[in-house]
């Protein structure tokens, strides 16, 4: 609770903003000094997972954890990124829009503003938070204080906490976090989710500023992070919004690829995936969904596509084979459905209710506002424009998520039917979605305004 | 400078995300500055005379404070208790009752004589 | 003004540009109703945590499972890091305990104690309404709060 804890706490997270800024300038390069600040937030949500994902490989394979590691870590990420742009060069940034924002800046400020006083009030409330989140004290922190008193995965302590198969990124940040402010305070470490919140607000907005009027993506954006979900846990020290941005920024990045063409948009989506993966369970469920979005978008140019988003996918779960291995050797189950494969048929009457209770989460108001209908009715207006690769992929994320939602409550009987997270993760579930719509939204809506085709050849 | 200008103006808008971005804090402020709690805060140096006790030491265990007690008992110290620090988690070995601050400094000296070296704190308790 | 009006009207072009501006306009209506109410259940949030006192801060959901803070700010401090511990619940009152009390006062305490580690076989017990003479040999109660909790230790 004290100013160095918060202090740790800025500099961890700045060596996480610069890793990413080397990955990102190695990858595709900067314009100039506004354009590092304008894709700030794409840079440090970068470091973070790429520095994260490492974490993880070295602690199953036994690295001392310790503050020096995560140093050596994000350092070790930017000398990569330097030598790999000396010995390779760097790909061609191509045609992309400029790094000035679209439509009147002024609009920009104001959405900018809103999004400032905000993220002020969300830092104002958890400095002081006590660890009142259940899954926070009760398994999440834990892991993170077994990493950080102990230096590593310490076998027996794991194999007692509630979650034994879920994957240690986020323990592994928050003891990143215990590291640099000398101390295992889980009262500032709500502020560590501070940090990847901004860093998703400024992420689209810094991508899709160049390519959305201010008028149609500071309400979307702004509207996903307003919702009551996200206003109450976004700073639990838990997995779920960490998945959340993770998720949502790999789906508006691929998104982007699909029309754009441009290699770092799809690297870079590999490595959040990665991260996503590393974090909770369900990320494997939601990179399949998204993958299997871009490969049917694509399949007009399946000789192009095909083949670089196999290698993504590919790139994105290699290192969480790590954590596969680690958990698996040493017999710990509960990773596969209840009823899991044929099985499903001995359960159909789960079936329509678990659709039905995913489309409810999907679509409170209470929870969520407005913003699935929005996302829905964006994705029938790019169409309607003429547009078909990217309402056609947001279309295709969006059913293959509400499938993946309703797998999970009718491949797990035990679930019962209900949206009390206490009883059933279906909310937290459809919190991916929402925040894919924030991102994908304004670019939709971008798109139905111009009335183009999108795409080239 | 026309309304088009304003628009289209950087500095304007770096204007309202500056003005926003301190309206907050500020806002905040006017509330009193931001605490940064800490075990600390639990102790209260007495400024003034009044309801004053003795501060042998601040203990995390009541086990461990209790030896202090007995010992500071076994001086001759036979008011010496242990109670709890009003909400910082620990718990102190103190010597209630005196009525001022010179009595509490007379009690510091001779204390010092023995090895014993305690503050002199407001008692809310009383 | 009418003509621009008509353009939003034809199809498809038109209708997509005024879905769009609607579902703009929808937004920033939701966005504009949604702020104030954010920012005022994060001030009520930032206050609230500034009322709790320091132990209540630490402790968290503690609070609703440990009946009593002392015993595991005891435990925490008698026992070693690299020590171990064992709970034992039992069925004697436990003043202040709630339905939660005996079900994860052993998780919360495996959180709170870290890095020492729950050990069926620790000279160290916590003791929740439990029977001190029936968890081991030799026990002496280092701690209790006379009300139902209490910090033992037995020979190992």
Partial sequence: MSVGALIGLVALNTLFLAAGTSLVWALRGFRGPSEVARLAGLSYLLGLAVCSVLLVVELVVGVPFGAGLVVANCVAVAVAAVLATRLLGRPRTGEEPGPNAVGPVLLTGAGAALAVVFLEAMFRAGRLAGLFEWDAMSFWVPKAKVIYFLGGLDERLFLEIPGQSYPPLVPGFQASAFAFMGDADVVTVHLLFWFPLVAFVAAVAGLLAPRVPALLLWPLLLLGVLTPEVVDRALAPQADLLLDYFVALAALLVALWLVERQTYQLVTAAALLSAAMLTKREGYLLTACIGAAALIASWREWRWAWPRLAVALVVAFVPTLSWRIWFTSRDIRGEAPEAGGLGLFDHLDRAWPSLRLALSALFDADLWLVAAPLGVLAVVLAFVAGARRLPAYAALVTLFMVAGFTWVTWSFPSLPITKDGALNPIVRLTGSLILTFAALVPLLLATAWRGEREGRA | ?126 | ?156
Avoid at chain 2, 49 to 77: H, I, P, Q, T, W
Avoid at chain 3, 20 to 43: I, K, N, S, Y
Avoid at chain 3, 61 to 79: P, Y
């Fill in chain 2, 1 to 126: 400078m026309t309304f088009s200008d304003v628009l289209h103006s950087r500095r304007a808008a770096w204007g309202v995300v500056l003005a926003a971005g301190l309206a907050y804090p500020l806002l905040a402020l006017a509330g009193g500055a931001p605490r940064f709690p800490s075990v600390e805060d639990c102790e209260h140096p007495a400024t003034s005379d009044g309801k004053v006790m003795l501060v042998y030491g601040y203990f995390d265990s009541v086990v461990r404070a209790g030896e202090l007690r007995d010992r500071l008992r076994g001086l001759g110290y036979e008011h010496a208790e242990v109670q709890g620090d009003g909400g910082c988690g620990r718990v102190r070995v103190v010597v209630r009752g005196y009525p001022d601050l010179e009595g509490a400094d007379d009690a510091v000296s001779e204390a010092s004589r023995v090895g014993l070296h305690p503050t002199v704190e407001a008692d809310f308790a009383s």
């Fill in chain 3, 1 to 156: 003004m009418t003509g621009r009006l008509k353009e939003f009207l034809t199809w498809p072009y038109g209708i997509a540009r005024l879905g769009a501006a609607l579902c703009a306009a929808v937004a920033a209506v939701a966005v504009l109703v949604e702020l104030p109410r954010a920012l005022d259940r994060l001030g009520d949030r930032a206050e609230a945590s500034s009322k709790l006192t320091y132990e209540d801060r630490e402790m968290g959901a503690g609070l609703g499972v440990v009946a009593d803070q002392r015993a595991l700010r005891e435990a925490r401090a008698l026992i070693p890091a690299d020590g171990s511990y064992d709970v034992v619940t039992g069925p004697a009152a436990i003043r202040g305990a709630t339905g939660l009390t005996r079900d994860f006062i052993e998780a919360f305490a495996a959180s709170f104690l870290l890095p020492r580690r729950h050990s069926n076989s620790s000279p160290w017990v916590l003791c929740y309404g439990c029977d001190a003479d029936s968890v081991g040999e030799d026990v002496r109660v280092v701690w209790t709060n006379g009300e139902g909790v209490s910090l033992l230790r037995r020979r190992a």
